[in-house]
């Protein structure tokens, strides 16, 4: 497995961190900044289920004075900031952005093996099952984008074959 690195030098003329254009090694990271993504999701969700009733329900504007609605939505922001709802939205937006970045670079590294490929394919199919009901039960759910599903599925298995196939026939 080769790991291709390239040294960049911006407009300043300063040399930047060394970028891994290898897909796997991309891939990998993409994984990873998906799983801190969901953690924080997952402790957002909890902050917020810890709010006061009146920062979570819905705002019942109808006979409120402007003056109402605006008290009420600074209070509503300085409980989100006490309880710490404004870093993690920050944090995920960082994530998302590290995310698209990666996924840009990923898109325009060329993979040079089956196991790069499949790196690639992997996370694909993770995305999809991210995005799309497979569960014809689900009222959204879609035979065409299920189908979509089960054939890149059945592109990652048969890469994930041929490369136990020729790591068995190799060793």
């Known amino acids: 497995?080769?790991?291709?690195?390239?040294?960049?030098?911006?407009?300043?003329?300063v040399n930047r961190p060394e970028v891994i254009t290898n897909s796997?090694?991309?891939?990998?990271r993409i994984h990873e900044l998906q799983r801190r993504r969901q953690a924080l999701v997952a402790?957002?969700?909890?902050?917020r289920a810890q709010l006061p009733d009146w920062a979570v329900?819905?705002?019942?504007?109808?006979?409120?004075?402007?003056?109402?609605?605006?008290?009420?939505?600074?209070?509503?922001?300085?409980a989100e900031a006490e309880s710490g709802l404004e870093d993690l939205e920050r944090q995920l937006d960082e994530i998302d952005?590290?995310?698209?970045?990666?996924e840009s670079l990923l898109v325009a590294t060329p993979s040079r093996s089956l196991e790069e490929i499949e790196a690639v394919v992997r996370l694909t199919v993770t995305r999809f099952h991210e995005i799309m009901v497979t569960d014809p039960n689900d009222v959204f759910y879609d035979h065409g984008e299920a189908r979509l599903v089960a054939l890149i599925e059945r592109v990652q298995d048969?890469?994930?074959?041929?490369?136990?196939?020729?790591r068995s026939e190799a060793g």
């Open 43 to 47: 402790h957002q969700e909890q902050l």
């Open 1 to 13: 497995m080769r790991i291709a690195q390239t040294q960049i030098r911006d407009a300043s003329g």
């Open 97 to 102: 952005q590290q995310i698209d970045e990666m």
């Open 57 to 78: 329900e819905p705002l019942r504007l109808v006979g409120m004075t402007a003056e109402e609605i605006r008290t009420m939505v600074s209070d509503m922001s300085t």
């Open 24 to 28: 796997i090694l991309l891939a990998r």
């Open 158 to 166: 048969d890469i994930s074959g041929l490369i136990r196939r020729s």
